[in-house]
């Protein structure tokens, strides 16, 4: 992020809510909702985000968004960009042949899934989601395009919690989160 101006960056942080205990206690949810509900500040994310990849990637073939707040970010990114976007839905939401990956969740297991065609060999794809957390969904959607033999280039969120280290577990990929927190 250096290089980017602090007053849009500042914006984005003020549009973000904590909540402490939620969902359980020692937990600090950092909800989104408020910077998507403001036109200036979800717009701020969309411009930071393409801004970031139009100077990184030349080429990128899809934004691959992931269930369920990807889809905020992914098709409006894809579409500044000019190009396509493809869909990671939990198991179970998608129709015909797919490809699917099991991963932990801190109380149980969850599958995610993409369609089999989705995605060519060889094709160059950015993940994006709202959170990066422990890694475990942006690591199940990482092994998703390796079974489809895409290129990933980047893990894209807007927001990092760095404790939690998730980016260090989706190595080799690098990771670009628009904020961080603790």
Do not use: N, W
């Not at 098709?75 to 797919?98: D, F, M, Y």
């Not at 995610?112 to 989705?118: T, V």
């Amino acid at each position: 992020m250096s290089g980017e101006p602090a007053v849009p960056r500042r914006l984005l942080e003020e549009r973000v809510r904590a909540f402490p205990g939620f969902p359980a206690p020692g937990v600090v949810f950092r909800d989104i909702t408020p910077l998507i509900k403001d036109p200036i500040a979800f717009r701020t994310v969309i411009d930071l985000l393409e801004a970031h990849l139009k100077t990184r990637y030349p080429l990128i073939d899809f934004i691959v968004g992931l269930d369920s707040r990807g889809f905020l970010f992914g098709p409006i990114l894809a579409q500044r960009l000019g190009i396509g976007c493809v869909l990671i839905r939990k198991k179970g939401k998608l129709p015909g042949p797919t490809e699917s990956v099991s991963y932990a969740l801190e109380y149980g297991e969850a599958e995610l899934e993409i369609q089999s065609d989705a995605v060519e060999p060889g094709k160059k794809v950015v993940l994006v989601d709202d959170l990066l957390a422990t890694g475990g969904t942006m690591g199940a959607a990482c092994e998703l395009m390796k079974k489809l033999k895409a290129e990933i280039l980047e893990c894209l969120v807007v927001i990092e919690l760095k404790s939690l280290k998730g980016a260090e577990k989706l190595k080799p990929f690098p990771v670009y989160s628009v904020l961080q927190y603790d």
